[in-house]
């Protein structure tokens, strides 16, 4: 069959499966009101002894394979354990459940938490890159799909959305977020959400979210892992608090307390950011859990000198489940006798986790059906939207002599890199049920995609880190043999993530040498990225002819790169994040402020290096296309609008090129003079919209005043009189331009 016929027909099967889905979801249980909800805590509350209560403050780790640890079923028997994470598979939780509801007291069944990222065992492409796509309907799928094959597993909670803002790419947990914009980062926040959570998530298919890491955890000093944070209320209000509220907004059930130390106060142990901004101005209802032993970490940053002061902090701060560390278990009968927890502090804390477990149905529901297990994981429907969304999510960064599309009529492709064909690598970090077996490398995409004609060769060429230089050989003869050279390069899964901080941006190990020497041989050759943050890669910036960034894309991740070098996929994606030329440049984004002295080339004492531009390699919201487009025709409704008021911003979209693509049309605004400074631009709309060759459209944005204010001196949110900017563009550079005022009356 051929291969955009295939694409095609995945495509009506993706459709017609996602119907089946919608019927499932229909299926929730019928929940008790809100009202009956509080009633039964209450009941639940006036009968649960001390431990009992402390229990379910409590989450326990498995075993990483899925399995529970035999010694905790004991706690679930005495009804003191309240969650787990790790545990999964639905054979393995109903066993735990079984005690917890048979054998308890109480019969509170536990709840399973797990690290569903970006897919659980169809893995989708890491968040950034998902992130990429600014396409916030696939976004929502793909979490609908990873929800619908978690919940299947047994597991009915998941770690995610991480909406971290990270604005340095030297923090390997950027793969993880949506990037550096607060505008960005707030839909996808909320379309994870819907995802996830459906609109009631009792339905057996869903699973409730968790916005984590509660707060400024991406801000860490020099992107090093877990590192301190020290930022202003205002920078915190405008930058890193609002994907959590839109998380808020959209329902979500759970929080996660960050590991970081936030102003001098760490932030499992925050009053201000957990009870005073959480749970007053948000009126957060659900539970906040701890991350994995921040509470005990607490003495490691020096905020609590015993054991039992890190669970006062904690608790009284705000936490209502405990991560791994067990302190409020061992310390919190002591805490209430002596009245430095009072009976009210615990008590809230358990009604919040109770709860979440009420609305998610886990009473009249505890068990999963351990038959539609095999059935409703890794199916074909599945993948095939796997396989769309990573290739939404990549980004052409430079395509020059329209060296991409490939020619379907090729003679010989040579496939070179330690990533051509590693499928570990591209289920990225943070996997989930992932299994690097289910993977598709490049290396077999290409060779499913091309006609048995063509000559497909191989060589590693080198490995991603390492001095060595002996396979460069093999891989520069093959290069010359062949019409065409992908070099598949960048870090390994594990060189992002967690714990994976990086001094330096540059391509590990010799790929640069092996692209060079690649480079050496004069033929047509492309540089497909992956890699789980920005890289500094200007030599291959300069003189390579087309970049492709496909981050780490998941399951699908070969066949999706096929279809994009192909041209079955004309890609769309725009980069989420900032590139910069070098390590020194961070922290760099597009929504910096002005300073007094805006670079100048011909004025020494402005803000500017000596040794390298101020503008990055790549900017926010970058991204070609194998077509082109043109806006024009910038049109606002009104030339003056008052505090309150709203206005259309309007553009014309043309494909001018030959082919169908995507745009991803983008508003960013200035606040020319405000009481407090403004960054230079701030996004404040996009749509990434499908047009055939000689198309146009009009595409139409929304300015209210929630995207005209911020926060003035007084911490107040306001928007002032005065001139505002429209920027209208294709990335976060140039564009069409308009202004208008803003009025008192
Ligand atoms: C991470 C969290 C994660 C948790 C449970 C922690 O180390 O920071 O993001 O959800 O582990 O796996």
Known sequence: MKPARLTSLLLVFAIFASTISVAAQSRAINRPSQADIEKRIDALLARMTLEEKLGQLQQLDGHADGNFRPEHLDLVRKGQLGSFLNVRGAKNTNAVQRVAVEESRLKIPVLFGFDVIHGYRTIFPIPLGEASSWDTRAMERSSSIAASESAAAGVRWTFAPMVDIARDPRWGRIAEGAGEDPFLGSQIARARVRGFQGTDYSSPDKIIACAKHWVAYGAAEAGRDYNTTDISEVTLREVYFPPFKAAVDAGVGTFMSAFNDLNGVPTS?????????????????????????????????????????????????????????????????????????????????????????????????PYTDEGSERTSIFNAESNAAARLIAGRSMVLLKNERETLPLNQTLKSIAVIGPLADSQKDMIGSWSGDGKAEDAVTVLAGIKSKVSPQTKVSYAKGCEIVGDSADGFAEAVRLAADADVTLVVVG???????????????????????????????????????????????????????????????????????????????????????????????????????????????????????????????????????????????????????????????????????????????????????????????????????????????????????????????????????????????????????????????
Do not use: C
């Not at 009053?271 to 659900?286: A, I, N, S």
């Not at 039992?308 to 991560?323: F, H, K, P, T, W």
């Not at 961070?586 to 004025?603: A, E, F």
């Open 269 to 365: 142990a925050n009053p201000f950011t957990l009870t005073q901004v959480l749970r007053r101005e948000w009126k957060f209802d659900g539970f906040v859990v701890s991350d994995y032993e921040s509470v005990r970490e607490l003495m490691n940053h020096g905020l609590a000198a015993t054991e039992i002061d890190a669970a006062r902090e904690g608790l009284s701060a705000g936490v209502d489940m405990e991560m791994v560390s067990r302190l409020f278990n061992k310390h919190g009968a002591q805490l209430i006798k002596e009245g430095k927890i009072s009976q009210a502090t615990l008590d809230e804390a358990v009604r919040r986790v109770l709860r979440i477990k009420f609305r998610l149905g886990l009473f009249e529901k």
């Open 491 to 745: 870090e390994a899964a594990e060189m992002s993530g967690e714990a994976a901080s990086r001094s330096s941006l540059d391509l590990p190990g010799r790929q640069l040498d092996l692209i060079k020497a690649i480079h050496a041989t004069g033929k047509p050759y492309v540089v497909v990225l992956m890699n789980g943050r920005p890289l500094t890669i200007n030599w291959v910036a300069e003189n390579s002819p087309a970049i492709l960034e496909t981050w780490f894309a998941g399951t699908q991740a070969g066949n999706a790169i096929a279809d994009v070098l192909f041209g079955d996929v004309n890609p769309g994606g725009k980069l989420p994040v900032t590139f910069p030329r070098n390590v020194g440049q961070i922290p760099i984004y597009y929504n910096y402020k002005s300073t007094g002295r805006p670079p100048d080339v011909n004025n020494k004492y402005t803000s500017k290096y000596l040794d390298v531009p101020v503008t990055p390699l790549y900017p926010f919201g970058f991204g070609l296309s194998y077509t082109q487009f043109q806006l024009t025709n910038l049109q606002l409704s009104a030339r003056s609008i008052r505090r309150d008021g709203r206005l259309t911003a309007s553009v014309e979209v043309a494909n001018t090129g030959k082919r169908a693509g995507d745009e991803v049309v983008q508003l960013y605004i200035r606040d020319m003079a405000a009481s407090r400074t403004r960054p230079v631009r701030e996004l404040r709309g996009f749509e990434r919209i499908t047009l055939g060759a000689g198309e146009k459209r009009r595409v139409e944005f929304t300015l209210a005043p929630e995207h005209l204010g911020f926060y003035n001196r007084e911490m107040r949110f306001v928007v002032e009189p005065g001139e505002f900017k429209v920027f209208v563009g294709n990335s976060s550079v140039g564009g069409l331009e308009a202004s208008f005022e803003v009025t008192e009356k």
